[in-house]
């Protein structure tokens, strides 16, 4: 039994519900740009150890909130633990980033995958969400996530980060039916994984499409939205009947928010490209918006700063449905002082958005 | 004196006038993809002396035309000659791409900087534009280019391609006065360099802003924009009253384009992550608009690339006001069979959009 939450105005946004201020939250919250962060990390030896083994999944996603006034928790976890359940074998090579020891290669390779079962193959993420519930005791609410089923497929294919995407656009374009069974695949397994989340404790979900950004407009509809959509679907509803908010986030997908504010989610991330406003008045009461502070932002002098989140803020307007958070994950070489800075602009002047103007 | 064109129809593409198909070009269509690229490449021994030596820019600009039914020729040449000229010595490292042996460190740096006279510190990109005519001998137009001030400012401010981009939106937050000097300086000297290459004879130009989508809307209303406008409003008309179409490149620029349709180019380049018939019915009948195929198209089977060249035909629909090329430079791996392939397909379908619909 989890204690019942003191701060929902991140749950309420997200369903364009009336708050009293702007919820605040960060990409990459729990993260290298805190020193105790690097601490433990250090102690964990390596980045797979300390995203499998739920106490310390549990002390790094806390440590931003003893920090800042963040109005949520984000499992701390990483985007490829489906692959790597799979049997891909992921490993992070130092300055390389991730990398998966047997990378899908032929129709064969994508025909053998199964689904893994969240509660054994990667029962160290409910076992963190349980832990972390426990030690949140109420205090915010809790992010659980994926990587969407095109982001997980394109790691998946390329074998390690891209920034060129051959393989995976190869497959697209010579062989689509063996990319939809992958995907189709990708997207049971991710609505297994979040099912399991929501089981064990989380209050919303967030899937990130990294890469879904570096399609053609046709390929984003046939191959990334689609499938994102499905593992939604398929999630069904939490036995406890409680209500848990979604979020989907295309890096690069500004061009696409209305086919995306179509697919079910409650709200739509939005990288720092994109104008907010301009973003709210395509959607429009479809779904919250969350974003979209540039994040080289947090480099900038705090006055400058400073201006750079009222000027977000105030470009949504008034009323709600805004989640205030960076486009993108948070830099980790930032000063943690100006992400503090970045946070207490939110609380400041956030209210004056959000008063009930008498009739 | 310069023979008169025998095909003008990219020309006519550019000023939205009646065609009878689809012109076509390609983004780096002179290079490493070709072979006969790649033996005069090492003949040069270097990258710079390829494009600082009038006869070999012209042999390889001339290069695809002998292969392919291309309807303009593009300056060989580099987007970053401009700051070379201004003395921060342009290098290229094999692997690495450009870099500055001295980039900008300083406001000091910026006030030191001079416009170049392109007849003199510039004067292989004339003197190849004077050899390219002439050898051209009016069989398609040739387009002149230069990259934006904002992309110049950029690689200049980095001092090398980067990823992050961590120095110039340093400046751009903590001394946007200082990067408003630079950036004005770099308007004056990209629209002398435009202007001594018409001079010299090249009948179209582009400006590409291969950076300005890193930047927040707001942004790049702020620093790409504005002086992009004003390189080309300072090129003036040229003394010989020819009329030169001007095109627009912003790649990732697919949300602002109805802020750079009005600024007084005639058209817009466009990546492969727009739709085409979104952005002709945002821009109206304000510019043309080039692109936008996906380069990674060109590594698909023929048949599956012939698809995606009629599907874009087909999104921009009838009429004039489109010229084919990739969303991108071509990737130097790709087959050159499946670039004549393309360009065949092109002049294969076009026509049908392109008939006069009796009344």
New interface residues.
Partial sequence: MNAPLQNDVFLRALKRQPIERTPVWMMRQAGRYLPEYRAVRERAGSFMNLCTTPEWACEVTLQPLARYRLDAAILFSDILTIPDAMGLGLEFVEGEGPQFRSPIMSPADVDRLGVPDPETALRYVPDAVRLIRRELDGRVPLIGFSGSPWTLATYMVEGRSS????KI??ML??APEVLHRLLATLSKAVSAYLAAQIAAGVDAIMVFDTWG???????YQTFSLPYAEAALKGIGAPVDERVIPSILFTK?G??WLSAMADTGYDALGLD????IR?ARSEVGDRVALQGNL?P??L???IP??KEEVL?IIDRFGHGSGHVFNLGHGV?PDVNPEHVGAMIEAVHEVSPLYHRVIPA
Same sequence: chains 1, 2.
Wanted: charged share 25%; aromatic share 16%.
């Fill in positions: 920034r060129e995407f051959r656009k190869a374009y010579d950004g570096i399609l053609t407009p046709t390929q690069g500004g061009q720092w490209t994109t104008d301009a540039d080289q932002a480099y900038a002098p400058a700063l000027r830099w």
